[in-house]
């Protein structure tokens, strides 16, 4: 049976997912430029994502006799690229941390919502780790950008 505790946990991670929704979408409608093409459709489907998680944890929320959050935490707006990648690669690092302090309260407790949580929290880490290596390949670029525009200059 679920805590409060746990519930108010679930909650966090409600309104982190709420966030996301907000937050991808906005960096999904702004894109401007050349990568506009590539970078606004894959925003959009993590606003998708995270809309998914959302629902599942609310869900989640009901059934446990809890009240889902309407609340989100505040978004980071820019309309500069790299800034919007950097951003997402935090709000996925803190939803892995979310689903990780979730996971240390539901074992022992409850098995099913532990291996929902499992779930979701692999999909969290994949965000991570593709957002870093797309992190990684950006700062190469402009780096080799910056070369090139010295040896121009
Ligand atoms: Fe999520």
Known sequence: MATPELIE????????EWTGVSQYSQYG???AGNWREVYSTRF?????????HAQT???????YGGVPTVERDPIKQTSRLA??????LDFEQTAVNLYTEALSMA?????ALVVLLEEIL????????????IVREHHIDSAAEHEAASKVG
């Open 57 to 63: 944890i609310g869900e989640k929320i009901s059934a």
């Open 83 to 88: 800034e919007m990648l950097s951003h997402s």
């Open 9 to 16: 946990k679930l909650n966090d991670i409600l309104r982190w």
């Open 107 to 111: 074992d022992g407790v409850d098995r």
């Open 44 to 52: 959009k489907e993590s606003a998708e994502e995270s809309f998914r």
């Open 29 to 31: 409608f702004v894109l």
């Open 122 to 133: 692999l999909q969290e880490q994949d965000g991570v780790d593709e957002l870093t290596m």
